[in-house]
T-cell receptor, first 112, second 113 residues
């Protein structure tokens, strides 16, 4: 089982619609979780951290389910500019120091 | 502005030559920096963790003699791809963590011909 798994998509989303997708992680000792956005041939950029109680930033809502070991991202009122690959990142401790592990990314295509 | 600067952003080299990629932490003295590789349509895979003043920690399957990492100062980590081959062509990105948030360089697209 991969450490961090995501549905690669693509999720084809009509403009204005809502889209949601999950990311599962295997290490129950994982400490912190993030959603990053990556545009083609660019570096990943932080979209939002994921807090235990869930958190919202504008049209984006992130949730953490520790019992089932997954995080989710929901995008409301999708914009064309939301088209990107969304990467979940999990920070887990290990003997050699914390390790940031990326999921494979979920591609989202918002269409007019 | 960028807090991690990576150079060069792209490079084309001949097979058999070596390429050095620099990663600078601009706002913070980073004792640890991460090097990732991303092949087309694949995820970012951690190659190694560079540690200032000591040896890098390589992930399983990454050849430490081929991918030389040097973290000689608190603001600079370098990755040297030695004797590069076409299969090393990839997108290489460095990153560092501060307060559990990760910041990344702009990435280096390496093409070996």
């Amino acid at each position: 089982r991969k450490e961090v798994e995501q549905d690669p998509g693509p999720f084809n989303v009509p403009e204005g619609a809502t889209v949601a997708f999950n990311c599962t992680y295997s290490n129950s000792a994982s400490q912190s979780f993030f959603w990053y956005r990556q545009d083609c041939r660019k570096e990943p950029k932080l979209l939002m951290s994921v807090y235990s109680s869930g958190n919202e930033d504008g049209r984006f809502t992130a949730q953490l389910n520790r019992a089932s070991q997954y995080i989710s991202l929901l995008i409301r009122d999708s914009k064309l500019s939301d088209s990107a690959t969304y990467l979940c990142v999990v920070n887990a401790p290990r003997a050699a120091g914390n390790k940031l592990t990326f999921g494979g990314g979920t591609r989202v295509l918002v269409k007019p | 502005g960028a807090v991690v600067s990576q150079h060069p952003s792209w490079v084309i080299c001949k097979s058999g030559t070596s390429v050095k990629i620099e990663c600078r932490s601009l706002d913070f003295q980073a004792t640890t920096m991460f090097w990732y590789r991303q092949f087309p349509k694949q995820s970012l895979m951690l190659m190694a963790t560079s540690n200032e003043g000591s040896k890098a920690t390589y992930e399983q399957g990454v050849e430490k003699d081929k991918f030389l990492i040097n973290h000689a100062s608190l603001t600079l980590s370098t990755l040297t791809v030695t004797s590069a081959h076409p299969e090393d062509s990839s997108f290489y990105i460095c990153g560092r963590v501060r307060n559990t948030e990760a910041f990344f360089g702009q990435g280096t697209r390496l093409t070996v011909v």
